[in-house]
Structures are given as C-alpha cells and as structure tokens.
C-alpha cells in the first residue's frame, strides 16, 4: 500500500531533499527530519555549524581529486607517501577505504565516476588528464582499483591504452573469494574471478 502521508512547506522540501541522499527514501527521510527537529539542541543545530563549517572549508584536491580542507590535499603534500605507486579509484569513498585500511602508502587519482556509453559518460568527463601530470612526476606503477563491472573493466582498458607510452607498471587489485566468504555463497561473478585470479601455494 503506496504511503499517501504528506507534509506541507518547507519541511517537505527538507524531506525530499534528505529523500535524495544514498540509502535513503521518502518514509526514511520523514523519521530522519523528524529525529533532528525534535532534537534541535542535540541534533539539528550541531549538523547545521557541521554543514556550514564543511561548506566554506571543504574542497576538491587540484592535484588528486580528494576532498579536503586544505589545498593540495593532506595526501599529496605528505612527503611520506610514495610517490611512484598511483592508485586510480572511481570515487573519493574508495580512497577513503583504502586509507581506512592503511593497506597503501601511495599516491591517488580519483576519477569522479566511470566511463559508459549509455549514461553519455566519456574519457572527458572524468579526471583522466590529470593522469599524465601525475605519471609525469615519476609513477613507477599504476594501480587501478576499479570496480568489476563493465563500466569499470571499459575505463580500465582505456587507461592501460591511455599509458601505452609510459614506462610504468598497471596492475588491478586482485578479485574473488573475500576473507571468510564461504563458496555456496558466491555469485558467479565472483567464483569465475577467483578461479581466474588463482595463485601458487
């Protein structure tokens, strides 16, 4: 049965926009302003200084493509990292990941999406002409963490053929059974890409 509820003025269009954000619809949206205006002290009024303070502070890496509040981003002015593996990820939630896992010490290109035919998304609209700065300055290896899908294998191909020229290293994160994943509970997908994946013992 299709929720007929409705709210009127400006705390419907405060819904329909939370309605907006990932994971979240209409009735989720409702209970979520509903919690902030009923807790405007704990909630409400905290989110709002958290919002500005990230609005006027908050901006996008030139070099990288990481949001950060200074200029170059933290990671590209480290002088720890190393600067000869670059890894390429779609959005700036997978470099998050991956430096939440503390796995990389390198450097990243984010690329603001995937390339797709159908969604009219090119080489263009993405952040690939910053690659041949950052392989300029010495990247001995390229990483691509991108996702197994199409969109992700097509964009892949394009930047191995992008770098052809390049003496540099491409490599892909390996793909298939995760840690603790039992096989009965795999998608194909995933099986054949592990079984494709296989190493020696």
């Known amino acids: ?5 409705q709210v009127a003025g400006e705390l419907d269009r405060l819904i329909k926009i939370l309605a907006k954000l990932p994971g979240l619809g209409p009735r989720s949206a409702r209970r979520m302003a509903l ?12 989110l709002l200084d958290a919002m500005n303070a990230v609005s006027e502070t908050v901006g996008e890496c030139p070099n990288c493509g990481n949001l950060d509040t200074r200029q170059p981003c933290s990671i590209c002015v480290d002088e720890r990292r190393q600067g000869h593996e ?5 959005h700036v939630a997978d470099l998050w990941a991956m430096e939440r896992s503390g796995a990389f010490q390198g450097r990243y290109l984010v690329l603001g999406g995937l390339m797709s035919a159908l969604e009219g998304v090119g080489p263009d609209e993405l ?3 910053r690659l ?13 963490a991108l996702p197994a899908t199409m969109e992700g294998q097509t964009t892949a ?15 892909s994160l390996a793909r298939g059974i995760p840690l603790g994943g039992e096989l009965d509970y795999l998608d194909d997908g ?11 013992l």
């Open 35 to 46: 919690h902030m205006l009923t807790r405007r002290q704990e909630v409400l009024e905290p």
């Open 190 to 200: 995933t099986l054949k890409l592990a079984f494709g994946s296989r190493q020696n």
């Open 132 to 144: 041949q700065t950052l392989l300029d300055g010495g990247a001995g290896e390229l990483i691509l």
């Open 157 to 171: 191909h394009y930047i191995q053929d992008m770098v052809g020229n390049h003496a540099v290293r491409v490599t």
């Open 86 to 90: 670059l890894c390429v990820v779609e």
């Open 127 to 129: 952040r690939l002409n």
């Open 1 to 5: 049965m299709q929720d007929q509820f």
